[in-house]
């Protein structure tokens, strides 16, 4: 189990380093007792089923809302993870009910209007002094700059973190560290790459042909490295806040 800390106000680092696996970096930041955990927007759980291999006195909710992605979800079950149909502007749990709250490139998928709810939902389910760790893709760089062809999101994650802004001077919330870093992103050639992120089951990018195209030149563009694949760098932030006490 992990080893409670007091979490320093700030840790942000100035200059962005490269990270190849998050769930190291998620651990060395959450470093609190933890037995409950929620998982907003969970998709494939991959950070989940990691965190309770390694973490025997760990459960997690997840929460999806594709149901594509659950019904695949579903079929590989895990011990102490329990998949629920839901939302993060309506966690269905009851108050002060987790430890820790996860929203990994999932709060700018909340429709903006409800990131001020979603983010009331979770203080309320998580137990005072309970954190949210939240990682967001920053809009730049080069792989942002294929992506945005079709799926331009600059919006909504710039509205990701007004509402994370927002909830630390309205909500019952305390700053905790925050991390900005690189991490890797490969794909073995353009049609993994239009798999995975063009025809992705939670969204409809209305890809003509023309478009596709756009998007393959600008990809390939990239070239291929060594092991004939095409390798990204993608900037993240990472804030984590901390629940205050009730009131």
Not at 13 to 21: G, K, N, Q, S
Not at 91 to 99: K, L, N, S, Y
Not at 201 to 213: G, K, S, V
Not at 231 to 245: E, K, S
Request: proline share 7%; aromatic share 6%; with cysteine.
């Amino acid at each position: 189990m992990l080893r409670a800390i007091e979490l320093p106000a700030s840790t942000a680092m100035p200059t962005p380093r490269l990270i190849e696996d998050e769930l190291e970096l998620l651990e060395s930041l959450l470093p609190t007792p933890c037995r409950r955990a929620v998982e907003l927007g969970c998709g494939a759980a991959s950070t989940a089923r990691a965190l309770l291999r390694r973490h025997p006195g760990l459960e997690i909710v997840a929460l999806e809302v594709d149901a594509r992605q659950m019904a695949k979800n579903l079929a590989a079950p895990q011990e102490r993870l329990h998949f629920v149909a839901g939302v993060a502007q309506s966690i269905p749990g009851a108050d002060a009910a987790f430890d820790l709250a996860l929203m990994l490139k999932s709060l700018h998928h909340v429709p903006v209007d409800a990131m001020a709810q979603a983010l009331g939902e979770v203080a309320r389910v998580l137990r005072p002094g309970g954190l949210l760790y939240v990682s967001e893709p920053v809009f730049d760089g080069p792989f942002n700059e294929v992506v945005r062809l079709f799926n331009d999101e600059r919006v909504v994650r710039a509205a990701a973190q007004a509402a994370l802004d927002a909830a630390l001077r309205d909500g019952p919330w305390r700053a905790g560290p925050e991390v900005r870093f690189e991490t890797p992103v490969e794909f073995a050639d353009f049609a993994a790459f239009e798999q995975q992120l063009m025809h992705a089951t939670y969204a409809d990018h209305r890809i003509d042909p023309a478009l596709r195209e756009r998007v393959r030149s600008a990809f390939e563009a990239h070239g291929a490295g060594a092991g004939g694949g095409v390798r990204f760098v993608r900037p993240m932030h990472v804030r984590v806040l901390r629940r205050g006490p009730a009131a």
